[in-house]
């Protein structure tokens, strides 16, 4: 008998209905197909489907994991799956196909989900929305118009719309909490080298970027983490380590916190007048779970932060480029790709090894006034986005001038690249709603490797202000 009620559970709940009996891998994997076939032409979130292999390998034995028999998705993005194209959304790396899975997506499998495609992403998840040449534009399930965010744009519109619990991300320098505020989930980036993905040939971007998942609930954050979060061998970095495991965490109080909030900016400017209230209800309501809160901004110096980061990120997106120019057999023509991919490679070219070496060194150094912050203060709050959710084609790198894409993301995207730069662990929470219906992501980070916090302090906000019951135009 078909499951009815699919989308209003996470994916503990169906692993756990599985484990019962109560429901089966293919009848599972079925609902979310019907959902993908239903919603995705409004959406736009998934890019490419393997129906008949999904409900193959829902046929067969699967790994007795937390998720067995549960449908997931995959970014489009730097993730093998063997038989699945990678276009990482650029028509220059179009016909790509992958022969074999790489280490994440292996953990995934083990975990019990069934893969069933992959979802939409910005060209080689540059942006932080997801709106490509090739892949076209991921819209936002709480109202189409907007935007899903990116660079895990189709991962969130696809979790929020109810087609799956949860679905892979990254994030670089915000990817998994911009689209995981922008569309109403909670997204973790969890700390650098937590979640080892092999092979990994170039660092993962001097360590800036992480994988993990975005999802509706905290618990299948948590038990998901436990499930990837592990050594593999091989790996150079080893996952820092934990107490515990996450899914005991979250039943855990967090106590008495001691959190620091600010609507600070990198430019000085105000944010958006919505979201600035928010934010202070967001304290308030913190103050009243009787946690120590504190209006106080990280004070650190944002503009050479931003200025040593430069030559580091344009000379590993030109190194990465390379390996995969490598890869197709020939360099991209200028109509392959988008005017900002064209100018990130064209300036990450003419960084030198110097240049690119002594901003690592600045990087590093300046990174230690972030990661002191936390020797006084257990959790930095701050909004994700520093306006309400723009429509689709606001920040358009297809066809705005790459200047004015920065701009725009300048303008909307102020507070997430700092935790990428230092590797401490940071998560979008769904907590507020603007007066247009659009949700509001707040942004929660802690020390380093300090994992544990943020999943107590977000099973709390989960209790005490529950999101569970909103529902977005396209769902179920």
């Given at each position: 008998?078909?499951?009815?009620?699919?989308?209003?559970?996470?994916?503990?709940?169906?692993?756990?209905?599985?484990?019962?009996?109560?429901?089966?891998?293919?009848?599972?994997?079925?609902?979310?197909?019907?959902?993908?076939?239903?919603?995705?032409g409004a959406l736009n979130a998934v890019?490419?489907?393997?129906?008949?292999?999904?409900?193959?390998?829902?046929?067969?034995?699967?790994?007795?994991?937390?998720f067995k028999g549960v449908p997931f998705l995959i970014k489009d993005l730097g993730m093998p799956v063997a038989g699945w194209?990678?276009?990482?959304?650029?028509?220059?790396?179009?016909?790509?196909?992958?022969?074999?899975?790489?280490?994440?997506?292996?953990?995934?499998?083990?975990?019990?989900?069934?893969?069933?495609?992959?979802?939409?992403?910005?060209?080689?998840?540059?942006?932080?929305?997801?709106?490509?040449?090739?892949?076209?534009?991921?819209?936002?399930?709480?109202?189409?118009?907007?935007?899903?965010?990116?660079?895990?744009?189709?991962?969130?519109?696809?979790?929020?719309?109810?087609?799956?619990?949860?679905?892979?991300?990254?994030?670089?320098?915000?990817?998994?909490?911009?689209?995981?505020?922008?569309?109403?989930?909670?997204?973790?980036?969890?700390?650098?080298?937590?979640?080892?993905?092999?092979?990994?040939a170039y660092d993962y971007a001097a360590g800036f970027v992480v994988d993990h998942v975005v999802t509706r609930t905290v618990r299948d954050s948590a038990v998901m983490l436990d499930a990837t979060g592990i050594p593999e061998p091989g790996s150079p970095y080893a996952p820092p380590p934990k107490a515990r495991p996450y899914a005991e965490e979250i039943e855990t109080s967090p106590g008495k916190l001691r959190i620091a909030w600010s609507s600070e900016t990198a430019n000085g400017r105000p944010i958006d007048p919505e979201i600035q209230a928010a934010l202070e209800r967001t304290a308030i309501l913190l103050k009243g779970l009787g946690h120590e809160v504190v209006e106080k901004g990280l004070g650190i110096d944002y503009r050479a932060l931003y200025a040593a980061r430069g030559p580091v990120s344009g000379a590993?997106?030109?190194?990465?480029?390379?390996?995969?120019?490598?890869?197709?057999?020939?360099?991209?023509?200028?109509?392959?790709?988008?005017?900002?991919?064209?100018?990130?490679?064209?300036?990450?070219?003419?960084?030198?090894?110097?240049?690119?070496?002594?901003?690592?060194?600045?990087l590093r150094a300046l990174n230690r006034f972030t990661l002191a912050f936390f020797e006084d203060w257990d959790v930095y709050l701050c909004p994700v986005l520093g306006t309400p959710v723009p429509e689709v084609g606001f920040i358009d790198p297809v066809?705005?001038?790459?200047?004015?894409?920065?701009?725009?993301?300048?303008?909307?995207?102020?507070?997430?690249?700092?935790?990428?730069?230092?590797?401490?662990?940071?998560?979008?929470?769904?907590?507020?709603?603007?007066s247009n219906g659009l949700p509001i992501g707040m942004m929660f980070s802690s020390r380093y490797a300090d994992e544990a916090t943020l999943f107590r302090l977000a099973a709390q906000l989960e209790k005490e202000a529950p999101w569970k019951g909103r529902r977005p135009a396209v769902w179920g």
């Open positions: 008998m078909p499951i009815t009620d699919y989308s209003e559970h996470d994916g503990v709940a169906l692993g756990q209905m599985v484990a019962k009996g109560e429901v089966t891998p293919l009848e599972l994997v079925d609902a979310a197909i019907e959902r993908i076939e239903r919603h995705n890019v490419h489907t393997a129906y008949d292999e999904a409900r193959e390998r829902a046929k067969g034995p699967l790994p007795d994991g937390p194209p990678r276009t990482s959304g650029s028509r220059f790396a179009r016909h790509i196909v992958d022969t074999e899975d790489g280490g994440l997506t292996r953990r995934y499998r083990e975990s019990g989900v069934v893969p069933l495609g992959k979802t939409n992403t910005p060209e080689y998840g540059i942006t932080g929305t997801t709106e490509s040449a090739l892949l076209g534009p991921c819209r936002n399930p709480w109202n189409p118009a907007h935007i899903a965010g990116g660079s895990s744009g189709g991962a969130a519109s696809a979790v929020a719309a109810g087609i799956v619990p949860m679905a892979h991300a990254s994030d670089g320098l915000g990817s998994i909490r911009i689209p995981a505020a922008c569309c109403g989930l909670v997204g973790l980036k969890v700390n650098r080298d937590r979640v080892p993905n092999l092979p990994d590993n997106f030109a190194g990465g480029m390379e390996r995969l120019i490598d890869e197709v057999g020939r360099e991209p023509e200028q109509d392959e790709l988008e005017p900002l991919t064209w100018a990130s490679l064209k300036g990450g070219r003419k960084v030198t090894g110097a240049q690119a070496f002594r901003a690592l060194q600045d066809n705005l001038e790459p200047k004015e894409v920065n701009r725009r993301q300048g303008q909307v995207f102020p507070f997430t690249p700092p935790m990428n730069f230092s590797g401490q662990p940071s998560i979008s929470l769904p907590l507020e709603m603007d």
